[in-house]
């Protein structure tokens, strides 16, 4: 009899067996897939996902994989890899078109890379994009994420979501408007539901003067790199902290009240205060820049990584009285 395997590579002869998932993520981390499918084409993803739906085999897809925690167990299913290689998709003044006096919609492929769109985009003329400049991952993660940087995020020049819906076993296409996308600070109706792929999105942005763009592009890639800690990370692994702080602890913490003002305290002022940078479990390491930031010092085990989360989330409620919450999400 045909083992699974098999009929599956019949059906789509790309899909490969067993592969490590370490070189998918930008963590370096985790275990093997037991299939595993590398497409920047969606009609590909919805054969892939029809098979899985069939044959009760249990699917994940996976971006730039750069705010991913794979477990060291891998995943028992398939994982798709849903992104394009740099230059694959081009994006040409043709494909803006003028929606008011002074916006024009483009369409983008969300298999595309995130910095990819950036710089074509840019390149182009047009402004909205340049916060984005040097964040890893795909225009889908960053949808997924409603990732954001220096006040700017994907919600604020997003018109619409066109989305795989997978649920009872049935593939729709849907296109979904911006206001029932549910962003939030990093998050979304897509992060919050895993029934969604996400396949393109159309985005609004106005015209500018290119060397205007440039010029604040190169300024965001160069305030990114003073701030973020080099290694292989995953980025921020929580969310910055939005809830009430009790004010008790101004007096030891005076900074906290102005965060608490300005309405986000910053984990990495948090985990500083907790003594914690620097902290390592086996090659896992709290960033001695970044109290956000968990590195990868090269053998890093995933597990590892989680231990050093529940120690963050535990001094963290233990000090401040608080329940701080993951960004990056967890596969396997
Ligand atoms: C050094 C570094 C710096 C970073 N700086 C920032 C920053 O400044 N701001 C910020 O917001 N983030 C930052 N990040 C985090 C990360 O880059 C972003 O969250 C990014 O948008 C994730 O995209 P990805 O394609 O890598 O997503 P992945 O990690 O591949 O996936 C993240 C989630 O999105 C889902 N997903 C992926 N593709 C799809 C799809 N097609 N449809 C539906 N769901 C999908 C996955 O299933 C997963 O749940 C940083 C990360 C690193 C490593």
């Not at 789509?12 to 998918?24: H, Q, R």
């Not at 929606?99 to 990819?116: H, P, Q, R, T």
């Not at 985005?203 to 160069?222: D, L, S, Y």
């Not at 965060?259 to 907790?274: H, N």
């Amino acid at each position: 009899m045909e083992n699974i395997f098999e009929k599956l590579k019949n059906f789509i002869p790309e899909i490969k067996e067993n592969v490590s998932l370490k070189s998918y993520c930008t963590f370096r981390i985790g275990g093997s897939a037991r299939f595993l499918l590398e497409t920047g084409n969606y009609e590909m993803v919805i054969k892939a996902i029809s098979f899985c739906n069939e044959n009760n085999i249990p699917f994940y897809i996976i971006g730039g994989g750069s705010n991913l925690l794979i477990s060291d167990k891998g995943f028992d299913g398939l994982v798709i890899i849903y992104r394009k290689k740099f230059n694959e998709i081009k994006i040409s003044k043709e494909c803006f078109n003028k929606i008011d006096d002074d916006k024009y919609e483009v369409n983008i492929e969300s298999a595309m890379f995130l910095s990819d769109a950036v710089a074509q985009v840019s390149s182009l003329g047009f402004t909205g994009f340049e916060w984005a400049a040097g964040i890893p991952g795909t225009v889908a993660g960053a949808i997924n994420g409603n990732a954001g940087a220096f006040d700017g995020a994907i919600s604020d020049c997003i018109i619409d979501v066109k989305a795989l819906q997978v649920f009872d076993k049935k593939i729709e296409i849907k296109i979904i408007e911006k206001n029932n996308c549910n962003f939030s600070y990093r998050s979304s109706l897509f992060k919050e539901n895993n029934e969604y792929i996400i396949i393109s999105a159309a985005f609004a942005f106005k015209k500018n003067n290119t060397e205007n763009i440039k010029n604040k592009i190169q300024e965001n890639i160069k305030r990114r790199a003073g701030k973020h800690p080099k290694g292989f990370s995953a980025g921020s692994i929580f969310k910055n902290y939005e809830g009430i702080i009790d004010n008790k602890l101004f007096k030891k913490y005076p900074e906290l009240e102005k965060f608490q003002e300005r309405g986000v305290v910053p984990i990495g002022y948090l985990v500083e205060k907790c003594n914690l940078k620097g902290t390592r479990i086996g090659d896992a390491k709290i960033s001695d820049e970044h109290g956000n930031f968990i590195i990868n010092l090269g053998q890093a085990k995933s597990d590892n990584i989680l231990k050093l989360i529940v120690l963050v989330k535990k001094e963290v409620k233990s000090r401040f009285g608080i329940d701080i919450r993951e960004e990056i999400k967890y596969l396997g």
